[in-house]
């Protein structure tokens, strides 16, 4: 496992966690009916977000499967 390249990929995550989730969660509990514009904004969020936490994943699991780099 390479403790470098592991850490990297958590503030990575800790990253996407501060900039994109609040959007995600945001009148999650509203009784309105949202608008197609909306919708597509929302949308657009949650892929945005899925394609950037696959991104983690994949450091994540080259991470453990890393040799550590030298000298560190």
Known sequence: MDPTRLKQAFA???DLDQRL???LR???ASMIRPSAD?????MRDLSGYTL???DVLRE???AIASR???GA
Do not use: D, G
């Open 52 to 54: 950037e936490l696959k």
């Open 60 to 62: 994540l699991i080259i």
């Open 26 to 28: 945001a009148n999650e």
């Open 12 to 14: 990575h995550l800790e």
């Open 21 to 23: 989730s609040f959007k």
């Open 68 to 70: 550590p780099q030298e």
């Open 38 to 42: 909306q919708l597509t904004t929302r």
